[in-house]
């Protein structure tokens, strides 16, 4: 068998966000069966410096900073009418390393990881398309919410993206989405066969997440966990702290509401230390923020996929407040494993009603991890890759 070329938006490692996370175990699984070449670009220097980590695990390693900014990406998308996201990601010097690669090595496949990589498939060789979620619709979520100039631009974007996507898939051997909700409406959209467009689902590592004595502190602390520069993350953050905290706050005035992650919005930023919110930005290490806390929640508005925030608190044993859009994708049980709340009464609802019950909310957090142990280990999650490594 030859060699396998992976082609990823963002450097797989270290595994410490949604896409990172998937793209890094996805890489080691692979890397494990066959030599895989990588290229992947770089948001910044500590990108960079982080794939060298990668390095005894590949063949030949190619990372570049993707220095190409949001207005010059919308521009150039613009005047090729093509989608801004796929404009953003252009190189030449990526071109030319993947087809150094494809000429040099006994390269038999590509496993291309986000569909901004697309235009980088070799060409005459087959690859797998892992979109990972469904692009075009969330663009069109942001449309459905936005006004003025914002909605034509999202609108425009959703169109042009779901017409590369259709393009892609119908030149590629599979293409992977992160739930069967996601393949089924990506299938539907485009009229591809189950075999063409399928689910990998995304895995937890259940020795890193593991359940630890939950320190109750003297005031009930909240958590949401995530990228905070990410549009849905902080919408759902700021949503919370002004429609939800509220509610809580009159009936336990010294509840806590911790946004934890890295790059704050300055919208979040302004909040942190009023009414109760705590803004931590970055934090070496997001797990003892959920040992602490006493309920986690993802009140997400717009959610593709499988949301790895979920998984990581259910598999620590934290009872969860998901909004229906947060829960799309994940197979556990509402009430049971995790609690699924639309709107914001509801959560505050959903919320109090966890604080002032712990037995129950511990019930909760049991069952959870119990759940993400039968479902979502990486091995099992991953077990369908050696399949489709045969059609390489």
């Known amino acids: ?136 619709e969330k663009f069109a979520a942001y449309a459905a919410s936005a006004h003025g100039p914002m909605r034509w631009v ?82 759902a953050a700021a949503g919370f702290a002004r429609d939800v905290m509220p509610s809580i706050r009159a009936r336990h005035p010294d509840a806590r509401f911790a946004i934890v992650g890295r790059k704050p919005d300055a919208c979040l930023s302004a909040l942190d230390g009023r009414n109760g919110v705590e803004v931590t930005g970055e934090v070496p290490d997001v797990r003892p923020w959920l040992t602490d806390a006493d309920v986690v929640v993802a009140p997400l508005r717009i959610a593709r996929g499988v949301q790895n925030k979920v998984l990581e608190a259910m598999a620590m044993a934290r009872p969860v407040v998901a909004s229906p859009q947060a829960f799309e994708g994940i197979d556990a049980a509402p009430d049971r494993d995790l609690i699924v709340a639309g709107g914001a009464r509801a959560e505050a609802e959903a919320v109090l009603a966890l604080l002032a019950d712990p037995v129950r909310a511990e019930t909760i957090g049991a069952a959870a991890r119990a759940r993400v142990e039968a479902r979502y280990a990486w091995k099992a999650r991953l077990a369908a890759l050696d399949d489709l490594l045969e059609r390489f």
Do not use: C
Request: charged share 30%.
């Open 1 to 136: 068998m030859g060699d396998l070329l992976f082609l990823a938006h963002r450097v797989p490692f270290p595994p410490d966000r949604g896409d990172k996370i998937r793209s890094y175990n996805i890489l080691k699984h692979l890397a494990g069966k066959r030599r895989v070449h990588l290229a992947a670009f770089a948001d910044d220097d500590a990108d960079i410096a982080a794939a060298e980590a990668l390095r005894p695990m590949v063949g030949r390693l190619h990372v570049e900073r993707r220095a190409r900014s949001r207005a010059s990406a919308a521009a150039i998308g613009l005047a090729r009418g093509q989608a801004i996201s796929v404009a953003a990601f252009a190189s030449p010097m990526m071109t030319r390393f993947v087809k150094a690669v494809a000429e040099e090595e006994t390269v038999d496949g590509t496993y291309i990881f986000s569909g901004q990589m697309a235009q980088y498939a070799p060409a005459g060789r087959p690859f797998a398309m892992d979109f990972v979620d469904m692009d075009s």
């Open 154 to 235: 999202w609108r425009r974007e959703a169109e042009r993206l779901f017409a590369f996507e259709r393009e892609v898939a119908a030149r590629a051997a599979v293409s992977l989405f992160v739930s069967d909700a996601e393949a089924a409406l990506f299938r539907d959209r485009t009229g591809l066969p189950d075999t063409r467009a399928r689910a990998l689902e995304n895995g937890i590592d259940l020795d890193r997440y593991r359940p630890a004595p939950h320190r109750r502190g003297e005031t009930p602390l909240i958590v949401f966990t995530g990228q905070m520069d990410y549009p849905p993350n902080i919408e």
